[in-house]
């Protein structure tokens, strides 16, 4: 498939946070990560049937644009230092986005790492979230389409790299390689790094998610082993979050 004269070099690279990416680097494609848990939510939300999901940085933004829709069809999703945010209907956990709750709903979120990625790229011509159980997929999205660059962005925590984004942007990077017959070009060493370190914990991604300083907090925080299973599920979803305009993501 991919050997066709059609199909280009697709040059891929990684940041790991929102800071790192250079003033004026806006590829046409976007892969923003957020391991623990943003982006697995939003996968698992469209997933279970919402309608879409607007992200916002700024609380008081999304509260505002929230209350221009019907109560009965909205939920705010907000956390902030892994808890909940006050006043709003969920956190950030993806075991509980489930279909009795968000099926035809717009979910109006907002994260404390997340948020922030998703807004600095937001001007891409393509834009999707990736999580680990939905690598595949998203994979799968790029490597039809082929675009020129595609840019993945990580989340962090408060600005500093995390090790669990890495751990997905190395694992989507190592599939593009395998599946790509020599058609990817790894252009950044962070991206060379990140598939290192997918190769070391390929075989046991949960427990690399425990490990991160991340991990450690949200078990610190209260029990939250159906997340790190939730969120360390490989290739379990179909679906491809995409941006359809600014802010607002769909299953796609």
């Not at 939300?45 to 929230?66: C, H, M, P, S, Y």
């Not at 909205?74 to 006050?86: A, D, N, Q, V």
């Not at 209260?222 to 360390?232: K, P, V, Y």
């Amino acid at each position: 498939m991919f050997t066709s004269p059609k199909y280009k070099l697709m040059k891929v690279s990684y940041f790991h946070v929102a800071d790192d990416v250079p003033d004026g680097l806006e590829p046409d494609t976007a892969v923003v990560i957020d391991v623990l848990r943003a982006t697995t939510t939003i996968a698992w939300a469209l997933n279970n049937g919402a309608e879409a999901i607007a992200v916002f940085a700024d609380i008081d933004q999304l509260r505002t644009q929230a209350g221009k829709w019907p109560e009965s069809s909205r939920l705010l999703l907000g956390e902030r230092g892994g808890k909940r945010l006050p006043g709003f209907d969920l956190g950030n956990s993806p075991v509980d986005v489930l279909p009795s709750l968000v099926s035809g709903k717009r979910v109006f979120m907002s994260t404390t790492n997340g948020t922030r990625s998703l807004n600095r790229v937001r001007n891409s011509k393509m834009l999707y979230t990736l999580a680990l159980p939905n690598r595949k997929a998203v994979a799968e999205r790029l490597l039809r389409e082929n675009p020129d660059h595609v840019l993945i962005l990580g989340s962090g925590w408060e600005g500093s790299y995390s090790l669990e984004d890495s751990l997905a942007a190395g694992s989507l990077g190592s599939y593009l390689i395998q599946k790509s017959k020599g058609l990817v070009s790894v252009v950044n060493d962070e991206l060379t790094a990140a598939i290192g370190l997918w190769e070391q914990w390929k075989e046991s991604p949960e427990a690399c998610l425990r490990k991160s300083t991340h991990g450690q907090r949200l078990s610190g925080i209260g029990n939250h082993d159906s997340d790190f299973i939730c969120c360390a599920a490989l290739d379990e979803l179909s679906i491809v979050p995409m941006q359809k305009e600014i802010g607002v993501l769909v299953a796609s």
